[in-house]
């Protein structure tokens, strides 16, 4: 529990292994536990925090200052912050930005979210690449007086994120539709799609709109009869927190979806769930990728893009050359990125059916937009689907449905 105030207050940060930063209160004072995680960018802090994929993180924060442009009602990635806690090491005092609505800090406390600041934020990046992302705490107040002993011991007592299950606890209730219309798009939609919201990011719909993709968002519990009740052209599948392991229900849409031929991108989580679905298993990175500086190859054009991240766990697949998925019957797969750093599976592309999956943010909310071409390369292949439907003979496996018909 937390309650709300501004005035500093001491605080600490606790990591697993017993590792103890001393500072003072950020946002609201009380105690948070979550996994320990840094991130790399920049800028978009707001856009950071409302990502529903740092769900029960701490999230470290490695550029200095921030809260320098405040936040604002625009630039939410979510309905919500969804960082467990936050570290920063030097706040601003007063934000400074003509699109400033309210300060950072207010924020924090407005949400409840407990943080704190005054800390080598370096040091505990450092501290993290070398010993690994671990659960941590951060205890404020009262909670910060209790002795270093006791807040590890409650730190080491809470739920590590491996084999957590978080997709349905950060995914909508209720379904909506995002249109062209309402983003800049003249006419009338290309496409539909049914996407599934695993931790969805606002901006990932608004670009599949701007290109004239209807978007049906639809909660993480979604059937396939859902799903063919939008009568889609394509499949999507988001980013989102948790353990992919956990994804059983996920992994089984999905697996019926790639046997109905229905075209599938998947960011993420979605390409660690695509990953599951043809037989490769997961697995958790030592610290992850976090931040809107990731090089990667595109392996296909030998370009190298500079992308935005969020992932702690990644596909592991062959690298090299294509071969047949473990699951048979979806054909060959090759891994169609790769990270720079690391050689991290970074995507997945399908060469029997018509599926691909990268595992960073092209929607680049915030970040660089150098993979913005993902999203017509998914409207590529459901328009090339739609054409080998439609000159397909009727009754044969890639003949139009009748409810495609309908369309």
């Known amino acids: 529990m937390t309650e709300k105030g501004t005035n500093r207050q001491p605080a600490v940060l606790v990591l697993e292994d017993g590792r103890v930063f001393r500072g003072q209160s950020y946002g609201a004072v009380g105690t948070s536990l979550g ?25 470290v924060q490695t550029a200095p200052h921030i809260g320098n442009t405040g936040v604002n009602g625009e630039d939410a990635e979510s309905r919500r912050i969804w960082v467990a806690g936050y570290v920063v090491r030097d706040p601003a005092r007063v ?7 309210r300060s950072l800090d207010d924020e924090l406390v407005e949400q409840g979210i407990v ?19 671990m659960r941590a705490g951060i205890f404020s107040g009262e909670d910060a007086r209790r002795t270093d002993a006791e807040l590890l011991e409650q730190v080491r007592a809470s739920q590590p994120m491996e084999g ?49 993709v209807r978007v ?24 989102g927190p948790g353990d992919p392991a956990t994804a059983d229900a996920q992994v089984g849409l999905l697996r019926e979806v790639l046997d109905s031929r229905l075209p599938y991108f998947g960011i993420c989580f979605g390409n660690q769930i695509l990953g ?5 298993g997961t697995y958790k990175l030592r ?33 090299d050359g294509s071969t047949v998925a473990p699951e048979e019957r979806y054909g060959r797969v090759e891994v169609s990125h790769v990270s720079l750093n690391d050689e991290v599976v970074e995507g997945l592309a399908c060469l029997d059916i018509p599926a691909f999956s990268v595992q960073y943010h092209p929607e680049a909310a915030a970040g ?35 409810s495609e018909e309908a369309k």
Do not use: C
Not at 119 to 130: K, M, N, P, S
Not at 289 to 309: C, F, L
């Open 35 to 59: 996994e320990a995680v840094f991130a790399t960018g920049m800028t978009g802090y707001q856009e950071t925090i409302t990502d529903p994929s740092y769900a029960h993180q701490i999230v």
């Open 95 to 101: 934000p400074s930005n003509w699109r400033s609505e």
């Open 115 to 133: 943080g704190i600041q005054g800390v080598d934020t370096r040091a505990i990046t450092r501290h993290l690449r070398e010993h690994k992302t």
């Open 164 to 212: 957590s299950r978080l997709a349905e606890e950060v995914s909508i209730d209720e379904a909506y539709v995002v249109e062209p219309a309402d983003h800049g798009w003249d006419g009338e939609p290309r496409f539909t799609i049914a996407a599934v919201d695993l931790g969805i990011k606002a901006m990932t719909p608004v670009r599949f709109a701007e290109r004239g």
């Open 216 to 239: 049906h968002v639809l909660p993480a519990t979604a059937t396939l009869a859902d799903v063919e009740a939008v009568r889609p052209d394509g499949f999507f599948m988001s980013n």
């Open 276 to 280: 599951r679905a043809l037989g490769f």
């Open 287 to 319: 610290y992850g990728h976090r931040g809107i500086n990731q090089p990667v190859m595109d392996r296909r054009t030998g370009k190298v893009e500079i992308t935005s991240q969020n992932h702690g766990f990644a596909v592991d697949a062959p690298l």
């Open 368 to 402: 660089p937009h150098d993979a913005a071409y993902l999203f017509d390369r998914f409207i590529d292949l459901m328009e090339e689907n739609r054409s080998a439907r439609a000159a397909a003979p009727a009754g044969s496996a890639t003949a139009p449905t009748a």
